[in-house]
């Protein structure tokens, strides 16, 4: 029985979930499987991969052949790397202590270059917010100019309109002044 560590999906339609199985190559893919082994969730950034490591390396060690994306996933969470230290050990090139240092230095630079890019994603998150917060107080400052703008004429004509109307009376008053002393 030809056994693959595959993903089997789950989630609803547009938000894939997976679950890392080891399950036999004849069955379906979300079918039956024999051990599973771990998640992954693809929908966050970095994606969120939960692995149950040497449960995956048990199942290398057995034979189980990996499909390309689970091969990259036990990969990336070192499975692969320990499953070659345990190579190395059992030919006697490495003693356990040797195999257990090495991959748990690698787990550590591993984690180093995660939480960096995760920093930098909230570095650019923050960034980008900061940036857009600029812009809506410039398109925000931009209306307040075209509203005093608007405002602006309305308020000129209506002391242009002050300023004719007296000017108007002071014209007509001397004219009617004329007239009453002319009616005398």
Known sequence: MPVKIRLQ??????????????????AKRDGKY????????????????????????????NGAQPTETAGRI??????????????GVRKGALTEEQAEEKFNAWLEQ????????VGGLDKAKEEAKAKALEAEKAVSEKRAAEAAAALAPEVEESTEE??????????AAPASDEAATEEK
């Open 162 to 171: 002050v300023t004719e109307e007296p000017a108007a009376e002071e014209t």
């Open 110 to 117: 591993k984690a180093a270059i995660v939480s960096n890019k």
């Open 34 to 61: 024999l051990e599973k082994l771990g998640i992954y969730n693809p929908n966050t950034n970095p994606a969120t991969i939960e692995l149950n490591v040497d449960s995956a390396v048990t199942w290398l060690q």
């Open 9 to 26: 999906r789950h989630g609803k339609k547009g938000k894939p979930f997976y679950w890392v199985v080891a399950a036999d190559s004849r």
């Open 74 to 87: 036990l990969s990336y969470k070192g499975a692969l790397l320990k499953n070659h230290l345990a190579g």
